[in-house]
């Protein structure tokens, strides 16, 4: 993997803005995409915004005029969300065109591609390989990632779609720092599987039906029970489902599959729902001042979604815990 990022790397700056037009704007966006898009066209005013954090990036840019690119590689898979406008890109004999609402997998790695807009916003999310490979190692574990490769640019269902630009929609507004390690890994790991899940590659639609079989034998209670013990002694760690497998000495899809058919939910629900338990006893016996400060200490990092849980579970909000235990 370190030879990879030396090559890929992430987009060059944290946080980007720029507001301007004509060969000010051509040479910044080169800058920002860590390639030469070749942009044609007048270039008026181009806004450009970008909110990186660290193995991923949320983009917002805006181009008023007509322009077309014929762009090299970029270092790093690029998601369009078409905002306002329309855009088409092409790679080799695939062209792809969207307009507002839809989303379309522009570029990544090694796959050059061209295109044209007549004036557009968009929002484009950045995803490094590291990213994407440790979302790849939750499905097959050591999985090499030059052999990862997309069938279809465009989403395998219109709810597919929907599904990728909602997550998006609320990830980038809460996306955690890199100051919170274990959310931070858990975001990350979540936007990279919904890219999977969003469009056709040969990852999730190419698995041998002997592999299938075996998972399947390996589902046994006693792979969930090694996934308990192992997920009960290190609760605020960052857990990935291909961590949590490897300790179980099970694939990640065995692992998903015993969950499943053993308890009725996910490994990775589990590890939720452990972690919510260990927040309220950290609000009850006083070792965390604030919900915040509980709901941070073990991966919550979106307050709104936190607070939902904890009430579904526990049918009270986070606050009242705390305050009985003051009181």
Do not use: K
Not at 91 to 115: E, K, N, Y
Not at 151 to 158: E, K, L
Request: glycine share 10%; net charge negative.
């Amino acid at each position: 993997m370190s030879e990879l990022m030396a090559r890929r790397g992430s987009p060059p700056a944290v946080d980007l803005d720029f507001e301007g037009g004509g060969d000010e704007a051509r040479h910044w966006l080169d800058t920002a995409y860590g390639t030469t898009l070749r942009l044609t066209g007048r270039m008026g005013a181009v806004s450009h915004h970008r909110r990186d954090h660290g193995g991923v990036a949320f983009d917002q840019l805006r181009i008023d005029s007509p322009v077309d690119f014929d762009s090299d590689a970029m270092p790093f898979l690029v998601v369009v969300d078409v905002l306002h406008g329309a855009i088409e890109y092409s790679r080799g004999d695939v062209t792809d065109r969207r307009h507002d609402g839809g989303t379309v997998l522009a570029a990544g790695w090694d796959m050059p591609f061209a295109g044209r807009g007549e004036g557009y916003e968009v929002r484009n999310t950045t995803i490094t390989a590291e990213v994407l490979t440790a979302a790849v190692e939750d499905v097959v574990p050591d999985y090499p990632w030059e052999h990862i490769s997309f069938t279809s640019f465009v989403p395998r269902t219109p709810e597919a779609g929907a599904r990728w630009r909602a997550t998006v929609d609320q990830m980038s507004a809460s996306f955690p720092g890199l100051d919170a390690p274990l959310a931070h890994g858990e975001a990350s790991r979540l936007l990279g599987h919904t890219l999977l899940q969003t469009f056709p590659n040969n990852v999730l639609d190419g698995t041998p039906g002997r592999e299938l079989q075996r998972d399947a034998r390996d589902a046994t209670p006693s792979a969930v029970l090694r996934a308990q013990r192992f997920i009960e002694s290190c609760p605020d760690q960052d857990l990935s489902l291909a961590v949590i497998a490897r300790a179980c000495r099970v694939t990640p899809r065995a692992l998903q599959y015993a969950f499943r058919r053993h308890l009725g939910c996910t490994p990775m629900a589990y590890v939720r729902r452990v972690r919510l338990d260990l927040v309220r006893q950290s609000l009850r016996d006083g070792s965390a001042l604030t919900v915040s400060d509980g709901a941070a200490r073990f991966g919550f990092y979106n307050p709104g979604r936190f607070a939902t849980e904890y009430r579904r579970v526990f049918e009270e909000n986070p606050s009242e815990t705390l305050h009985r235990a003051g009181g």
